[in-house]
Structures are given as structure tokens and as C-alpha cells.
């Protein structure tokens, strides 16, 4: 009888891991350096996450991925920073926007996606979040107060049953 403990896990495994830990050490660089370097031509927190994750990075900066869904209302405002990570169904967008207003910005947000026809989903542990989905995309809003000033974060992929059905 043959136990396999954790140190001796198969090397494949060990890779896996290594792997994942390269990519959240990718992620952590963005959040935290991206907005600093945005304006940078030669970014090397880019570079550093592109050969991390092996490519399927848009570090957008201050303006949305270029690939960012046409579809997805977004309010107003300067874009403080946009991301795209993954590829084909698997691609998620990270886009934050400081609301060019102070007034109703959670209203605003609502009544974009519900004029552009997107579907409410259940609220998610905040009173400042929805999920929304079009058929096609499925996004997480939140909207944050923060000083006065409001920043609106959207979260958006490919809706599971649009992959689903694709497949």
C-alpha cells in the first residue's frame, strides 16, 4: 500500500500550483501598481503579468480594454482603471469609472442597464451591488460613496448559458 503525502505530490501538481501563485502575484501587482503607471508607454507591470499568466492580459489604465463589450452601459466619468484578463469565453473585464456626477449615481447605473434591456439578478452582499445579465454578458455593478465623489465598478463575462449554448 502506497500513501502519497503532500511533499511528494506529482510534479504536475507542484507546476499547478506554482503557476496559480504567478498569476495572483500578477493580479496583486495590478491592483496595486497599475493606476501609478498607466501613463506610462513602456509598463512593465504589463510585461511582468503578461509573461506571468502567459498573455490574455489588457491593462486598459485610465481608458476601458479596447475589447470591453459595446453592449455594457457605463456611466459617465473617468476611467480609473480597466483590465481585461483570459481569453475567448473565458475573458473577464474589470473596469472602475468615478462618476463625473454626485447625484442619484445608483439610479443612473439602474437605469442604464434596464433601458439597454439587461435583467436584474439578485442583489449580492452589498446594497450597492446588482448583478445584471443581457442573454449574452453577465455583470456585477457596485457603486461606492466615497468623500462625496462616486465610483462605479463593473465585473463582466460571458453569461454561462451563452457559453453553454456557443459550445
Given at each position: 500500500m502506497s500513501i502519497r503525502t503532500h511533499a511528494s505530490a506529482s510534479p504536475?501538481?507542484?507546476?499547478?500550483?506554482?503557476?496559480?501563485?504567478?498569476?495572483?502575484l500578477a493580479?496583486?501587482?495590478?491592483?496595486?501598481?497599475?493606476?501609478s503607471l498607466a501613463a506610462?508607454?513602456?509598463?512593465?507591470v504589463g510585461d511582468f503579468v503578461s509573461d506571468a499568466t502567459g498573455g490574455g492580459v489588457d491593462l486598459a489604465g485610465d481608458k476601458l480594454p479596447s475589447d470591453f463589450p459595446t453592449a455594457v452601459p457605463v456611466?459617465?466619468?473617468?476611467?480609473?482603471?480597466?483590465i481585461g484578463l483570459g481569453e475567448d469565453d473565458a475573458k473577464v473585464w474589470n473596469v472602475t469609472i468615478r462618476s463625473a456626477s454626485t447625484d442619484a449615481v445608483k439610479d443612473a447605473v439602474v437605469a442604464k442597464f434596464t433601458d439597454a434591456g439587461w435583467t436584474e439578478g439578485a442583489p449580492i452582499q452589498t446594497d450597492n451591488g446588482v448583478v445584471y445579465t443581457d442573454g449574452t454578458y453577465t455583470a456585477v455593478v457596485i457603486v461606492i460613496e466615497d468623500g462625496g465623489k462616486w465610483t462605479v465598478n463593473y465585473i463582466?463575462?460571458?453569461?454561462?448559458?451563452?457559453?453553454?449554448?456557443?459550445?
Open positions: 504536475s501538481t507542484a507546476q499547478g500550483r506554482r503557476s496559480r501563485l504567478r498569476v495572483l493580479l496583486l501587482a495590478v491592483v496595486l501598481l497599475v493606476p506610462c508607454s513602456s509598463n512593465p456611466i459617465e466619468g473617468d476611467v480609473i482603471a480597466g463582466v463575462g460571458k453569461d454561462a448559458s451563452a457559453v453553454e449554448n456557443a459550445a
